[in-house]
């Protein structure tokens, strides 16, 4: 499994953390910066993380900023991206179990290393259970079909 990692100065630190835990746990990771504690925009990152995942570059993307939360919403702005922003295990696992998550956010100016290691791992190990969650994110996808726009306005009527 490829894992592609992305973060701004506020999540560098953890970031760089979480980098080196996936390659001692034998991922291969992919980090598209920042790389210094210079202040940068978060949309940049988490855009092309998200990119990468939805064109099947890497298989997952992790981002890290100081709340997690503009790189969920810049991220989930990519159609097939399904980002979570996590602070526990619990929801990191009912995101991959129900959800079917392929994006995890973090925030670096909140989660200690070792509760961010513990959901990071979760994360990576937990399957999707598909059935009728299959169904449930297929209708996610759908949101960004364009809207059908044949059958006349009700509202007009
Ligand atoms: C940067 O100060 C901060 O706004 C950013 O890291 C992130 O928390 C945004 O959601």
Not at 91 to 110: F, I, T
Request: proline fraction near 4%.
């Amino acid at each position: 499994m490829k894992i592609i990692l992305g973060c701004d100065h506020a999540g560098l630190e953890l970031k760089e953390k979480i980098a080196q835990h996936l390659k001692e746990s034998g991922f291969l990771t992919e980090d598209i910066g920042t790389y210094s504690a210079d202040s940068v925009d978060y949309p940049i990152y988490a855009s092309r993380v998200a990119q990468a995942v939805a064109a099947g570059r890497a298989d997952r993307g992790i981002l890290v900023c100081g709340s997690g939360l503009g790189m969920c919403i810049t991220a989930n702005r990519i159609p097939g991206v399904r980002a979570v922003q996590v602070s526990e295990p619990y929801a990191a696992k009912m995101s991959r179990r129900h959800n079917d998550s392929n994006v995890l956010c973090l925030a670096g100016r909140l989660l200690g290393q070792d509760l961010a290691m513990e959901i990071v791992d979760v994360w990576l190990n937990e399957y999707f259970e598909g059935g009728r969650h299959q169904r449930r994110v297929e209708m996610i996808d759908q949101l960004n079909q364009p809207a059908d726009c044949s059958e006349p306005n009700p509202i007009g009527k």
